[in-house]
């Protein structure tokens, strides 16, 4: 499935022309049909999960904010945070200290 696809892919830039593509179909097809089916975005589901993917990424304590923010393709690690802020409604900072407090 395009979800699936998605999943499998986060380490990279997922774009819905992309992604359209390799499922033969044009993106704006794919874009009514993924909001449709999921009850989202296609961008917004892309970004939900890079920032899961990250949070594991991050609690792992073997990466830096930076080098997770390269891994899944994001262009920077200030846009990276902003997202993530977007997303969790924390920073990834606050994120790792409150999930270390525990």
Known sequence: TIQEYIDNN???KVQL???????GLSAAYLSVLFKKTTETGFSEYVYTKKIE????MLLSGDMK?????DALG?????????????VDG???REYIQSKSNL
Do not use: Q
Request: net charge neutral; proline share 3%.
């Open 53 to 56: 993917k990250a949070k594991e």
């Open 74 to 86: 994001f262009e920077s690690a200030y846009y990276f945070s902003k997202v993530f802020k977007k």
């Open 90 to 92: 924390h920073s990834p």
């Open 17 to 23: 022309n992309e992604v359209a593509e390799v499922f």
């Open 65 to 69: 904010i930076y080098e997770v923010a």
């Open 10 to 12: 986060l380490n990279g």
